[in-house]
């Protein structure tokens, strides 16, 4: 029995070769997606930003318009909370006082890692208007906490703040689990010294040791005094 030699090439390659060149099928295509594990991470914090609500001036007056109807942005995934323990994001907006300043760094410190912090406003920044003859402004928010980002304005308007959130978006989608910790600061407060001048106090008390003041404080001297009001002592029961 002969067979011919076009037989014998169709016979091996149908023994040798019997599945083809692997092809990825359109629909295996459309269903499996391939991605890392630090963009998978990133993604999900991003599309999940939970805002503090803090604010301390009218700054925050043009933050407590993103909420509205008008703008929105329950679509960036910002999520507003109350209490620190469940935020990840703090939009510092308005002037911080040094009496505010042992507060804000509490809030900052109960907020969980990874955290992030957008100072909002000319006064958050540099102390603003404040800056130049305050004693009490703190010139800029980046002396008790580290900032992400600087939102200049007086105040600047929402439009601003939804810019200002897609670039820290871009920043924590650029983010590695393996180089976060060479991100977290080293000390809790920058060394960044106030440029404040001691000048001498307008008021000095000489007004109190003026004759029409020591003449008013002498007529009021003889004024008889409101008795204390008397408490019963609260008998507990047997």
Known sequence: MTTSI??????????????????????????????????????ARLSSLWPLLYGTACCFIEFAALIGSRFDFDR????????????????????????????????????????????????TITGGMFSADSTTAVRGVDKLIPVDLYLPGCPPRPEAI???????????????????????PTHRYCTVPHQLKAVEPAVDGRYLRAETQKAALAAAAGLPLAAPAQTQPVQADA
């Open 6 to 43: 076009p037989a014998l090439r169709d016979q091996r390659d149908a023994s040798c070769n019997p599945v083809g060149a692997p092809k990825v099928t359109s629909d295996l295509s459309e269903n499996v997606i391939l991605t890392t594990l630090d963009d998978l991470h990133n993604w």
């Open 76 to 123: 960036f995934g910002l999520v507003p909370r109350s209490s620190p323990r469940q935020a990840d994001l703090l939009i510092v907006a308005g002037t911080v006082t040094m009496k505010m300043a042992p507060a804000l760094v509490r809030l900052y410190e109960q907020m969980p890692e990874p955290k992030y912090v957008i100072a909002m406003g000319a006064c």
């Open 162 to 184: 939804f810019d200002a959130v897609i670039k820290l978006r871009k920043k924590v989608g650029n983010e590695a689990l393996a180089e976060r910790g060479n991100l977290l």
